[in-house]
Structures are given as C-alpha cells and as structure tokens.
C-alpha cells in the first residue's frame, strides 16, 4: 500500500513552459486536492475533486488546471509557468465516508521552480 | 470565514521539557480541528482531530492537544520533548459549513526546535 505518491519530485521550468503533476492514490478515496506550500503561508488549496470526472476550484486557482480522469488519479497542469509558481506542491486524498472528519493523506511533494 | 492562526512561527524547547504550539481560529459553526507534522522534505502526517467530545484528544507519538471553545484554541501538546520532534507542525480547520466535505484551512505552521 503506497498511499498517495506524487511525480516527480522535484523540477525546473524555464518561464512559460508546460507541465504536467501527477498524483496516484492506491487507497480507493474519493476527495483528493492539490496545495501549495509558501513559506510562512501554510498551505493553499489550489484546486480539488469529490469524484472522478468531477473538479473544483480552491482558494489559488489561477494558471493551474487539473483532470480526474481516473479515480486513483488527479493531474496538476501549469499552461504557461511563471516565477510565482516556484513552490512545493502537494496532493492529497481523504475517503468520502464521514466526510468532514476524515483527515486527509499526503504525498511526499514537488518541489518546483520556474525561471 | 474560516481561518486558523499560529500565532507562533518558531518554538524553542529543551529535550525532556513540556512543549506548547499554539493553534486558535474562526469558524461559523462548530469546528473539526487537525494537527499535522511534517519532517523536511516530507509531506504532511497527520497527528491527531477533534470531532466532538473530550476537550483532550490524544493523537501519535505522545503528543495531545486541548480544544478550547471558549477561547477558540487547540493547543498542541506534549509532556516531554525529543529532539526527534524537531519540525515543522500545522493545525488546520474544517468547518461544517462546508458539509460533508473536508476543505481544510491551513494555519501558517510553527517550527519547533527540540534542543539536546
């Protein structure tokens, strides 16, 4: 049982190049998100899925879309990168029962950065 | 709105000695509160929640934490510190407002340096 793992783990993009996150979840959950992580910021919803085919944007959608084409897979996309989306991304999954009380289960993080 | 505050972006304490890292937030309606840890260049585990019932809520590796409602706060806790819980740890808010669905609000975290 892996849990939630992320590719790849680390990558640099030059300004306005293209790039695809992938995120697996082998534990049959539902909900799965993409955050970022800022220094001193914590960590931001950037879009999230309650199902496959389903999408939604979070609280720092811009310039990022995502696909849930398969449940165990939730795909992160930058058209056209920019300096301010060097960060550290993250994935994650929480199952649907008892929605709210769930905890959600992190992959270990992209680390990005865009020239 | 929802949000979380740490009011703390470091805490410094001896091995052996209590720690505190302080969590309080804002939310319409009752809170379901989180506390997550992550080790560098590792994503985020999850320590322990409080749901409902007891104010202490025990969670993983010694640590508990205390909902206050009065003073809006879940303090994370533990009686003796280890240098092995050197990191960096987050409380997070989901507010059921949002029904159903766990959309977490992060809080900015807190570094904790467990000194020797």
């Known amino acids: 049982n892996a849990g939630v793992t992320q590719t790849p783990k680390f990558r640099v993009l030059k300004t306005g190049q293209s790039m695809t996150l992938l995120c697996a979840q082998d534990?049959?959950?539902?909900?799965m998100y993409w955050y970022r992580q800022d220094p001193g910021m914590g960590l931001r919803l950037i879009h999230y899925?309650?199902?496959?085919?389903?999408?939604a944007k979070g609280e720092v959608p811009d310039g990022y879309n995502v696909s849930r084409l398969k449940k165990q897979n939730f795909l992160l996309g930058l058209e056209s990168a920019a300096p301010s989306q060097t960060s550290v991304y993250f994935c994650?999954?929480?199952?649907?029962?008892?929605?709210?009380?769930?905890?959600?289960?992190f992959g270990p993080g992209t680390r990005l950065t865009v020239l | 709105a929802q949000s979380v505050a740490q009011p703390e972006d470091q805490v410094n304490v001896a091995e052996g000695n209590p720690l505190t890292v302080k969590c309080t937030y804002s939310?319409?309606?009752?809170?379901?509160l989180f506390w997550y840890v992550q080790y560098p260049n590792r994503g985020l585990q999850f320590l322990l929640k409080?749901?409902?019932?007891?104010?202490l809520v025990k969670g993983s590796y010694g640590f508990e934490a205390e909902f206050n409602k009065s003073q809006t706060s879940f303090h994370l806790k533990k009686p003796s510190a280890l240098v092995s819980d050197s990191a960096l740890y987050f409380c997070a808010v989901v507010s059921l407002a949002s029904y159903n669905f766990n959309k977490f609000y992060f809080g900015s975290g807190t570094k904790l340096n467990v000194k020797p």
């Open positions: 409080y749901i409902t019932g007891d104010n």
């Open positions: 939310v319409s309606g009752n809170p379901y």
């Open positions: 899925s309650v199902g496959e085919g389903t999408t």
């Open positions: 534990m049959n959950h539902e909900y």
């Open positions: 994650a999954s929480s199952p649907r029962e008892a929605g709210d009380r769930n905890e959600q289960f």
